[in-house]
DNA sequence: TTTAGCACTAAAACCATTTGAGTGCTAAGT
DNA sequence: ACTTAGCACTCAAATGGTTTTAGTGCTAAA
C-alpha cells in the first residue's frame, strides 16, 4: 500500500515532468514538495514507487520518469482539472466568432480553434444523428449534359455533386426520377433510403427510365456522403513540435493518415478513436492503444451532446508528458461550449 | 577559357553529387569520366573550375560540391533530358484513368500523378482562360430559407454555394433577382460581370427588391471563386523526405504554406512560380529566387497550353541535388500529356 | 521513521590522438 | 606545354581516456 507522501510524490513527479521533460531527482523534489523531507526520506519513496512500477529510471542513476502504469494511476485518481483561464474563454469565444452556415463549419473550426488554444493536434466529429432523415433531392440542369444533384438532409446539411449525364438520357426521364425520389424516399431516414435503393427503386425507376443505372450511381454517390462521418483535423502541423526530432517515420504515418481524405482516412480514425463513450473526458496512453501508431502520444477524447441532435466527439492528440490537468480542463469546457453553440445553430434553424 | 575536359569534369562533379550527395574527389572522378587522366590532371582541372567559381569545397581538404553558378551553368549548357521510361509512361497513364467531371479534377490528380512519380513536391495551375464567361447561374430553393447558389463558366467549371436567406426576403423576389442576372450578365466575360455588379445591377435589382445587399455578396462571393486561380498540390509530406533532418523550421514554413487553403496561399504561390513565361522549362535555383524560402532546394516549372482553352503551368519543388536531366525529361513529358488529356476533355465536351 | 554520510554509477562533456580522404605543389617525364 | 608521380599538408571524423555531474542505494546513527 502506498502512503499518503508516497502518493505526493508521484503526483510532482509528474508534474515537474511534463513541464520539464527531464527525469526528476529527490534533491529536486525536495524543494517542490508540500511536506518537508529530506532527500533520503524521498528516496526511499522513490524506491517503493518504483516497486510499484509507477515510475522507472532512465539508467542506473538517473532520476526517475513516470511510466505507463504510473501516467494511468494518476490519472484514474490523482489528476484534478485545471479551471480554464479567461483569456482561453475570450479565445474560445473569438473563434466561433463569425457567421457560420452548416453545421459541419462550425465543427471544423472547433478543430482549428482547440489546436491553437493547446498547440496539439485537435480532432472533431459532428454530432452523430441516427435518425438522420432524408428531406429534399434536387436535380439542376446546367447545360452540356451537366446536372448539379442536391441532397438535403433533416439536420440542415448540404451535399452536392456534379455529374455528367449520358447523352441518351431525356430530360423527361430525369423529371420522372426525380419525382419518383421525391415520392418515395423524401420523408425517411437515410438507413431506410439505402434500404429502399436496393430494393424496390430499381424496378420504379425501370418504368420510366432506359437506363436507370448511372442515375442510382449518382444518387447513391451523394447519399454516401452526406451519411458518412466527417472528421475534421486542426493543427496536423503541431505534431512536428511535439513529437521530438527522433522518430521522422512516425511523425510521417500519422500525418499521411490525416492528410488523406480518403475512406481509409475515416476507417483509421474511427478504430483510434473509438466509439462514442459515456464518460466525459477519457484519455488514452499511446502505448496502451492497440498498434504503435501513438508511441509517445496521448488521446484525449470528449463526447459533447446536443440533445434530439445527437452526440459528438472531439479528440486531442498531444505527447504523453502533457499537462494534463490543464487540458482536461480545458478539453470539458470546449466540449460544453461547443455544444452550446451547436444548440443555437440548431435552435435558429428550427425557429 | 574552360576547355572541353574541365567541362565533362563539372558535368561529372554535378551528376555524382545529385546522386550521392556527397562531395566529390579526384580519385572518384577518374573512374567515371569518359576520358583517362590521372588524379593530379583532375586536380589541375578543378583548380580552374574553382577559380571560376563553379564548384567550390566544403573545407580545404574536401572534395568539390557544385556551387549554384555551377548549376547554373550546368543548366543553361550541358545538360540534356534523358527520355522518359516507359513504366513512367505507365504511370502516368494510369494515373488519368478514370473519369472526370471538372477541369479542376484533372488538374489535381496530375499534381498527385506527378509527385508519385518524382517522390518531389508539385503543383499545378490550371489553363488560365482570360475570356472566360458567365454561362449561368442558379438558385436552388432547400426550405429553411437555405438556397444553393450555383454558377457555371464556359470553360464547364461549377461553383457553388450555401447560403441563407433573410426571412423576409420573398421567393418571389429571388426569382425576379435570378432573371435579371441572367438577362444581364449570362454571357458576359467574367471581368465585365464583375464591373457591371459594381455600377448597373445594384440599380437594378433596388427596383424589384427591398434589400438587394446581402444577394449581391453572395453572387460577388460565388463569382470570385469561380474567377481565382486554383493551385494543386501534390506530395507535401515528400518534403519531409529531401529537406534534410536539419531545418525543421524551414520544412514548417513550406508545410504551413502549402496547408492553409486561404488567399495568402495563392499569394504566395503566385509570387513563388511567377508568371507564365515562354520557354517549356525553366529551372530556378532556390538560392536564385528572392527571400530564403527555398533554400537548398529547387523549383522547375512549365508551361502547357490547351490552344485557345489557355494555358497553365505545373511545378516541381525538390532538392537542389536532384537528378536534373530526368526531372527536366519527365517534365516535359508530362506538360505534353496533360494539355492531350485536357484538350481531350475540352473536345468531348464541346461536341 | 527519518536523516546524514558515503561509496558508487552512468551519461555527458571534454580533450588529445589517430585515421582517412582529399588537397596543392613541385619536379620530372612526355 | 601538358601530364603525372610523389609528398607534405589539412581538416573532419572517429577513437579513446579522463573528468564532471547528477543522481542513486545503503548503512548507521538520531
Redesign the pocket.
Given at each position: 500500500m502506498l502512503?499518503k507522501?508516497q502518493l505526493l510524490v508521484l503526483k510532482q513527479i509528474i508534474r515537474s515532468y511534463t513541464e520539464t521533460g527531464?527525469?526528476?531527482?529527490?534533491?529536486?523534489?525536495m524543494a517542490q514538495l508540500p511536506v518537508?523531507?529530506?532527500?533520503?526520506?524521498?528516496?526511499?519513496?522513490?524506491?517503493a514507487l518504483?516497486d510499484e512500477g509507477l515510475i522507472r529510471?532512465?539508467?542506473?542513476?538517473?532520476?526517475?520518469v513516470p511510466s505507463t502504469k504510473g501516467y494511468r494511476f494518476y490519472l484514474d485518481n490523482l489528476v484534478e482539472p485545471a479551471a480554464v483561464t479567461p483569456n482561453e474563454i475570450a479565445a474560445i469565444q473569438q473563434g466561433f466568432g463569425g457567421h457560420f452556415y452548416k453545421i459541419d463549419e462550425i465543427v471544423a473550426q472547433s478543430a482549428r480553434i482547440l489546436s491553437n488554444l493547446t498547440n496539439y493536434t485537435a480532432i472533431t466529429l459532428g454530432p452523430e444523428v441516427t435518425n438522420l432523415k432524408l428531406t429534399g433531392f434536387r436535380l439542376v440542369p446546367l447545360g452540356n449534359h451537366q446536372v448539379m444533384a442536391i441532397l438535403v438532409t433533416s439536420n440542415g446539411n448540404v451535399e452536392s455533386q456534379l455529374f455528367t449525364l449520358p447523352p441518351e438520357v431525356g430530360s423527361d426521364e430525369v423529371e420522372k426520377a426525380i419525382r419518383i425520389i421525391n415520392d418515395e424516399l423524401v420523408g425517411l431516414s437515410l438507413g431506410e433510403v439505402a434500404q429502399k435503393l436496393q430494393s424496390e427503386v430499381p424496378g420504379l425507376l425501370f418504368k420510366y427510365m432506359t437506363s436507370p443505372d448511372g442515375f442510382l450511381d449518382l444518387f447513391g454517390n451523394v447519399l454516401r456522403k452526406a451519411a458518412e462521418e466527417r472528421f475534421y483535423v486542426g493543427g496536423r502541423l503541431n505534431l512536428m513540435d511535439y513529437l521530438g526530432d527522433s522518430d521522422v517515420d512516425q511523425l510521417k504515418r500519422l500525418l499521411a493518415m490525416m492528410d488523406n481524405d480518403q475512406g481509409s482516412q475515416r476507417q483509421a480514425f474511427n478504430t483510434l478513436l473509438g466509439p462514442l463513450h459515456d464518460s466525459h473526458i477519457k484519455v488514452k496512453l499511446g502505448s496502451e492503444l492497440t498498434p504503435d501508431v501513438l508511441e509517445n502520444l496521448s488521446l484525449l477524447t470528449a463526447n459533447y451532446s446536443v440533445g434530439e441532435h445527437g452526440t459528438g466527439m472531439i479528440a486531442l492528440i498531444g505527447p504523453t508528458q502533457m499537462p494534463y490537468s490543464k487540458m482536461i480542463g480545458l478539453l470539458d469546457a470546449f466540449r460544453e461550449e461547443l455544444a452550446k453553440r451547436l444548440t443555437d445553430y440548431y435552435n435558429h434553424f428550427d425557429q
Open positions: 502512503t507522501r527531464q527525469p526528476v531527482g529527490s534533491k529536486a523534489l518537508h523531507v529530506s532527500s533520503a526520506t524521498i528516496r526511499n519513496d522513490m524506491a518504483e529510471k532512465t539508467h542506473s542513476s538517473s532520476g526517475r
